[in-house]
Antibody, heavy 116, light 108 residues
Framework: QVQLVESGGGLVKPGGSLRLSCAAS????????MSWIRQAPGKGLEWVSY????????YYADSVKGRFTISRDNAKNSLYLQMNSLRAEDTAVYYC?????????WGQGTLVTVSS | DIQMTQSPSSLSASVGDRVTITCQAS??????LNWYQQKPGKAPKLLIY???NLETGVPSRFSGSGSGTDFTFTISSLQPEDIATYYC??????????FGQGTRLEIK
């Protein structure tokens, strides 16, 4: 069955960096767009970034543009999010999701806490 | 960007009640509207896609309707396990995926 497993979250100081990973299985990863979506504590869902199946098309939310970089390795069935210049407001659970417009598979999420 | 206005933000209802949540798009999104359920500490789960299609395995008490700018999500008979936060999401005009603010559903 389809499985998405995020990793790489943790506690980081403001201005620091973190790289999230999402390991995919149970489907042909290279056929699907993928997205990162986050949820700040007690808040709603915020789309962060998505990447096309080949990696040629990438979009970012304005709130992370210039600081975050999405990438994928189809040979390793993996999605990544490099997060630089982290701010307190980036504190959230980060989910990866298979994105065909319809977000029918999500990972369990990984918590990123930005605090001094 | 398309804005999604979801209401109410919270709702208290009794077991067996009919529950309705609405979502309004800032422009015509045809039927490119999905509904998700999120329980505390869990990832969102797709319930309804393309405004009115029930995802496989989802109980039939859940339903959705609407097109254009106005959409409705209904639970026909509320069950205790339906306690969650519900989100609408549009995908007519990407990026971005846009979510509603969420509706927190509680048992009265």
């Amino acid at each position: 069955q389809v499985q998405l497993v995020e990793s790489g979250g943790g506690l980081v100081k403001p201005g620091g960096s973190l790289r999230l990973s999402c390991a995919a299985s149970g489907f042909t990863f290279s056929d699907y767009y993928m997205s990162w979506i986050r949820q700040a504590p007690g808040k709603g869902l915020e789309w962060v970034s998505y990447i096309s199946s080949s990696g040629s098309t990438i979009y970012y939310a304005d709130s992370v543009k210039g600081r975050f970089t999405i990438s994928r390795d189809n040979a390793k069935n993996s999605l990544y999010l490099q997060m630089n210049s982290l701010r307190a407001e980036d504190t959230a659970v980060y989910y990866c999701a298979r994105d065909g417009g319809i977000l029918n598979y999500w990972g369990q999420g990984t918590l990123v806490t930005v605090s001094s | 960007d398309i804005q999604m206005t979801q209401s109410p933000s919270s709702l208290s209802a009794s077991v067996g009640d009919r529950v309705t949540i609405t979502c309004q798009a800032s422009q015509d999104i045809s039927n490119y509207l999905n509904w998700y359920q999120q329980k505390p500490g869990k990832a969102p789960k797709l319930l309804i896609y393309d405004a009115s299609n029930l995802e496989t395995g989802v109980p039939s008490r859940f339903s959705g309707s609407g097109s254009g700018t106005d959409f409705t999500f209904t639970i026909s008979s509320l069950q205790p396990e339906d306690i969650a936060t519900y989100y609408c999401q549009q995908y007519d005009n990407l990026p971005p995926n846009t979510f509603g603010q969420g509706t927190r559903l509680e048992i009265k």
